[in-house]
Structures are given as C-alpha cells and as structure tokens.
C-alpha cells in the first residue's frame, strides 16, 4: 500500500508533468506537427482527433513520470539522506533521476510510435535526437519545478500549498480541530547527560520516528524545541480514533527501537502529551516569511493539559470534550482525574488519562 507521502507526491509531479508535456507536445504537434500526421497522408484528420491523440500521450507520460518520480524520492531518495549524508543523496539521486527521465522519454516514444500504427495503419516517423532532446529538457523543468513544490509544501504541511495560493488563509476563518502537544520527558537532565549536539541528535531521530503519525491522518503543526504539536480536522481525527492511534503508534515504536536509543544515547526517550478540541482561527501571517498559523483556547488548553501530565501519572491526558468523542472508549484504559486548574485558565477543566490496554 502507498503511504500518503508517496501519494501526495504523485500529485504534485503529475500536475507539473502534466502542464509541461502538454506545452512540448503543442509547440511540437501542433506548431511543428511532429507526430507526422499530414506527412502519412492524413490531412482528413480532424483537429479534435489530434488533441485526443496527443492527450492520450502526455497523460500516460505525466503518469509513468509522476508514478516513478514520486516513489524514486520516498523509497530511495529519503532512505539515502535518512541513512547517509546530503552528497551521497546527490551523488546517488542525481544520475538515477536522470536516467529515469531519459527512460521516460524513450516510454512516451515508444507509446507514439505504436499508438500512430494502431491508429492509422502506418508507421510513425521516428523522432529525431533533437525532439528527444526536447522532451528531456521539458521533462528536467517539470522535475525540478516538481521537486520545489514538494519542498514548499513539505515546509507548509501537505495540502496547505494550494490552499495559499488559492487564498484561503488570506482571511481568518474558524475551524473545528483536535490538537496534542507532545513533549519529550526530562528534556533539560537528558540534555545535560549527553550534550546539546547529541541531544540535538535524538531529537532528529525522535522526530523522524514521530512520522508514523502520517499514517493516521495527522497534520504537524509546528516543532518548538523539544515538543511538536500535531492537529487533526475532526473528521480524520475522530475516524478510528485515529487521534489516539497515532500517539500510541510513536510511543510503540520508540519501545521496539528501545536498543537502538540506548545503544546510541543511552536513553530510551518517554514522551508525554496533552489534547484537546475546539474551535481555532486559521489563518496566514507574515509578509518577508509567510506562515500558516491557528489562534485560540483550544490551543493554549491543549499546552495546559501536557504540562500536567507528570503532576498526574499521565503519558496521554485529554480534555472531556475530547473523551466524549472517542468511538472505542471500550479499547483504551481511561481514568477520569477529576477537575483541574490550568495555569491561565478560571475554570477548572476535567481531564482524563488515557493509556492502552495490555495486549498480551
């Protein structure tokens, strides 16, 4: 099954792919006829069934480029500068990106070649070196163009790409949404332990394993130091308690990579977090750096509630607006702690501690 990652990846290079090999297969069949069209002694061939031809082409080259491209970056790119450094990615990535564009070109000609035959009985005339040339050269910008909307969209967080340049940040609006702050557990003493340059190191590996929460429909927020704060829409984070699945999918792998953390760090990282929903106001701030940011209670709540968790025992503590919205209720331990006071806050808000249920 393709991670979302893989998918939202796809997207992005086939749109660009899309734009781009369209604009060469105009400039190329249209203006130059490069299909051969006329020359096979076609002339009674409509302008329609041209355009239907053409299309047909660049969608399966912008498929074949989007489909390759986006799992060549996740499964290969990502693991090299996962495991190696930026010049071995680059080394390695560059040529292999490269040769996969010159293959895709030899696809989209192949497809040609056989789609004329089959459409009109003929053969093709076979492109020259200097039209391969021009699809390399297309194809090079949709994949560098491709690769900068990634990297945008990646700093923004997937999908709020286009929702800026669409404006639909331009203007405040409220939404409802589920937020947790998850912060590592005795940061300052661990730090103090290993140093600052190896416990800037943990919190790289720790956030790179924070990813899993992808899997379970989770927007990050925002990284603040040693806590990251992660959101969900209701509808995703509500859909199989998805909110709750995450959370416990990152503290279980960090338990299966418990050697791996001592071994390193001499360490097993214990996060703990707090949540909550509410209503909160979305919008975009900045002039020189743009920013996609959410105000409101719900947000400040959720910070209130993780700073309680060493005071209560707790790994997982949420709001009751949020226990209440649990599907599974019955899957989970859950303890009501009673009603707290929360720095800042007059009202004292009941909360309750979350954990799971022992398997074995």
């Not at 340059?197 to 990284?223: G, N």
């Not at 209440?324 to 501690?353: C, M, N, P, T």
Request: hydrophobic share 45%.
């Amino acid at each position: 099954m393709l991670s979302r990652e893989i998918v939202r990846n796809f997207k992005i290079y086939f749109i660009v792919g899309f734009i781009f090999t369209t604009f060469s297969a105009y400039s190329r069949l249209i203006l130059s006829e490069m299909y051969g069209i006329e020359v096979l002694g076609h002339p009674s061939v409509s302008f329609h069934v041209k355009m239907r031809f053409a299309l047909l082409i660049i969608f399966l080259g912008s498929f074949g480029l989007a489909l390759l491209s986006s799992i060549f970056d996740i499964l290969i790119i990502k693991r090299l500068l996962t495991n190696n450094s930026l010049k071995i990615a680059l080394i390695i990535g560059i040529p292999t990106q490269a040769i996969m564009i010159v293959l895709i070109v030899q696809f989209i000609n192949f497809l040609y070649e056989h789609a004329i035959l089959y459409v009109f009985g003929e053969p093709a005339i076979p492109l020259d070196v200097a039209e391969i040339v021009f699809g390399v050269i297309h194809l090079i910008m949709a994949v560098s163009l491709s690769k900068l909307l990634i990297a945008i969209d990646r700093k923004l967080g997937p999908g709020n790409l286009w929702k800026m340049l669409s404006g639909r940040f331009f203007k405040p609006r409220e939404e409802e949404r589920i937020f947790m702050f998850v912060d590592l557990k005795n940061s300052t003493p661990i730090a103090e332990k290993i140093g600052h340059l190896e416990y800037s190191r943990l919190l790289q590996d720790c956030f790179q394993d924070f990813s899993i929460v992808d899997r379970y429909r989770a927007d990050i927020y925002q990284y603040v130091g040693d806590e990251v704060v992660v959101s969900w829409t209701l509808k995703k984070g509500l859909k199989n308690d998805n909110f709750l699945k995450a959370f416990f999918a990152f503290t279980d792998l960090l338990n299966k990579k418990s050697n791996y953390y001592q071994k390193k760090y001499g360490i097993d990282p214990f996060f703990k977090a707090g949540a909550n929903v509410g209503p909160v106001i979305i919008t975009e701030v900045g002039d020189i750096k743009k920013e996609i940011t959410y105000h409101g209670d719900t947000l400040n709540t959720a910070a209130r509630i993780q700073e309680k968790c060493n005071d209560l025992s707790a790994q997982l503590l949420i709001s009751e607006p949020l226990y209440r919205l649990i599907e599974k209720k019955e899957a989970y331990q859950i303890d009501d702690v009673g009603s707290i006071h929360l720095k800042g806050k007059k009202k004292y808000v009941r909360l309750y501690r979350v954990a799971q249920i022992n398997q074995d």
